[in-house]
């Protein structure tokens, strides 16, 4: 799955790179990348949480 190119328009304040979060048993977040620019709406929705 490639990730789409986001429009560059405002600063970027805060940016991860291929961030990788794992649990036994679980992936939680597989490089994962992520850009909040100044002055945009940024949102983050998580999935089903099971244990």
Do not use: H
């Not at 940016?15 to 794992?22: A, F, G, M, P, Q």
């Not at 490089?31 to 945009?40: D, E, L, P």
């Amino acid at each position: 799955m490639q990730n789409p190119q986001p429009q560059q328009s405002g600063d970027v304040i805060i940016e991860t790179r291929n961030v990788s979060r794992l649990y036994p048993g679980v992936t939680a977040l597989d490089q994962v990348s992520y850009r909040v620019y100044r002055n945009k709406v940024n949102v983050l929705i998580g999935g089903e949480r099971r244990r």
